[in-house]
């Protein structure tokens, strides 16, 4: 399976954006690139995915690389609600149906958000 | 309201006495799964399920079974639990895409197991 990297911790103050960066050097063609965020004593929730273009949505941006490589998360003015574990993971698109539903959770990003 | 409910939230138990953790969602969503979180080591898949009757493998299926025999349950089976399994356990369910696009999963609110 094809593996996520991220820092492990990141700071940012609040009404400022943050970028959250994550490497994914063997991506395949048909892999799908999803954020999800965590929240102290919450489960996992999604905050955004893409395939090669970038994309917006009401909680973030998400900024992929040309070669798909890379991507970074992007949330234009950081609140203390912020503050969350970020995820990013790799999809697989369905094939044959038996590999879509594995999903591989990284250690993620620990966000710090200063008031 | 849409929701992934888990129940129970909280449970301590021995070794070896068998458990259930039981998930329901109300999204009509064929797609269910199970992951476990431990400190370090993030979450990890158990088992999942693309349907009624159809379950498979996640990363670390050992010591735990599951059952889908109905679209909204799907339980997680403890027969018996030892206290490496002591972690904390979340359900999570989407659709399953039919035009190749991944639909977003809708994780429970967690069941924090400890097993003495």
């Known amino acids: 399976d094809a593996k996520t990297t991220q820092p492990n911790s990141m700071e940012s103050n609040e009404e400022e954006p943050v970028h959250l960066p994550c490497n994914h050097s063997?991506?395949?063609?048909?892999?799908?690139i999803h954020w999800y965020r965590q929240l102290p004593s919450q489960g996992p929730e999604y905050v955004i995915h893409?395939?090669?273009s970038n994309v917006n949505n009401r909680m973030a941006s998400l900024a992929i690389a040309e070669d798909r490589k890379s991507s970074t998360l992007i949330l234009h003015r950081a609140t203390l609600r912020d503050a969350a574990v970020y995820y990013c993971?790799?999809?697989?698109?369905?094939?044959?149906?038996?590999?879509?539903?594995?999903?591989?959770f990284g250690q993620g990003t620990i966000l710090t958000v200063h008031p | 309201e849409a929701q992934v409910t888990q129940n129970p939230r909280y449970l301590i138990t021995v070794t070896g006495k068998k458990l259930t953790v039981t998930c329901s969602q109300n999204m009509n969503h064929e797609y269910m799964s199970w992951y476990r979180q431990d400190p370090g080591l993030g979450l990890r898949q158990i088992y999942y399920?693309?349907?009624?009757?159809?379950?498979d493998k996640g990363d670390v299926p050992e010591g735990y079974k599951v059952s889908r025999k109905e679209k909204r349950n799907f339980p997680l089976i403890l027969e018996s639990p030892s206290p490496n399994q002591t972690s904390l356990y979340f359900c999570?369910?989407?659709?399953?895409?039919?035009?190749?696009?991944?639909?977003?999963?809708?994780f429970g609110p967690g069941t924090r197991l400890t097993v003495t």
């Open positions: 399920s693309m349907n009624v009757e159809v379950t």
């Open positions: 893409g395939l090669t």
């Open positions: 063997t991506i395949s063609g048909t892999d799908y």
């Open positions: 999570a369910s989407s659709l399953v895409p039919r035009t190749g696009r991944r639909y977003e999963q809708y």
């Open positions: 993971i790799l999809v697989q698109a369905p094939a044959g149906g038996t590999s879509y539903g594995k999903l591989t």
